[in-house]
């Protein structure tokens, strides 16, 4: 009785071993997502007073995450209406604002993400969190990002603000 309940036991131990395998070497689609939105958060994140060497290398890590003819259209509070189109606008404007800053934290909260019928497009929504370097107070704004897959990769094809109602 004891080497059978020991039996079982361990075949549940290894079973549950073998589903953690599974989804960390084959995760699911909201998964790889999700991931890429966590890499996009640390990319645009920066330290204070980086390098400009740094600031290029970072902004060409950066366009890695979309595609060539993204689409952005976003308003800043207290910077206004910002539209950029394709990698090449978003390389020079991730390096001006990198030469700008004097670091900021970025954190992508609330994701949901929402995978299309075609399973080769996603939108999602989620909050941004912005906190400037040696600030106690922090920026919030919704986004919404339409994914699509090319090749076996997600990559971010358009990112808009979600307008809110203001108070």
């Given at each position: 009785?004891?080497?059978?309940?020991?039996?079982v036991?361990?075949l549940?131990?290894?079973?549950?071993?073998?589903?953690?395998?599974y989804?960390h070497?084959?995760?699911?689609?909201?998964?790889?997502?999700?991931?890429?939105?966590?890499?996009?958060?640390?990319?645009?994140?920066?330290?204070?007073?980086?390098?400009p060497?740094?600031?290029?290398?970072?902004?060409?890590?950066?366009v890695?995450?979309?595609?060539?003819d993204?689409?952005?259209?976003?308003?800043?509070?207290?910077?206004?209406q910002?539209?950029?189109?394709?990698?090449?606008?978003?390389?020079?404007?991730?390096v001006?604002?990198?030469?700008?800053?004097?670091?900021?934290k970025?954190?992508?909260l609330?994701?949901?993400?929402r995978l299309?019928a075609?399973k080769?497009?996603?939108?999602?929504d989620?909050?941004a969190?912005?906190?400037?370097?040696g600030?106690?107070?922090?920026?919030?704004?919704?986004?919404?990002?339409?994914l699509?897959?090319?090749?076996?990769?997600?990559?971010?094809?358009?990112?808009?603000?979600?307008r809110?109602l203001?108070?």
């Amino acid at each position: 009785m004891v080497k059978t309940i020991l039996r079982v036991a361990a075949l549940l131990v290894i079973g549950w071993l073998l589903l953690l395998g599974y989804r960390h070497f084959f995760p699911s689609q909201e998964t790889r997502i999700r991931q890429i939105l966590g890499e996009l958060a640390r990319v645009v994140s920066m330290p204070p007073n980086s390098s400009p060497l740094a600031n290029l290398a970072a902004a060409n890590e950066l366009v890695s995450s979309f595609t060539p003819d993204v689409e952005i259209n976003v308003n800043v509070p207290g910077a206004g209406q910002h539209a950029l189109s394709g990698r090449e606008e978003i390389i020079q404007a991730a390096v001006a604002a990198r030469s700008h800053s004097r670091g900021v934290k970025v954190e992508f909260l609330d994701i949901i993400v929402r995978l299309q019928a075609d399973k080769q497009s996603a939108v999602t929504d989620l909050t941004a969190k912005v906190t400037q370097t040696g600030e106690r107070d922090f920026d919030v704004q919704e986004l919404k990002f339409r994914l699509k897959k090319v090749g076996s990769a997600w990559r971010i094809a358009r990112v808009e603000t979600v307008r809110t109602l203001g108070l």
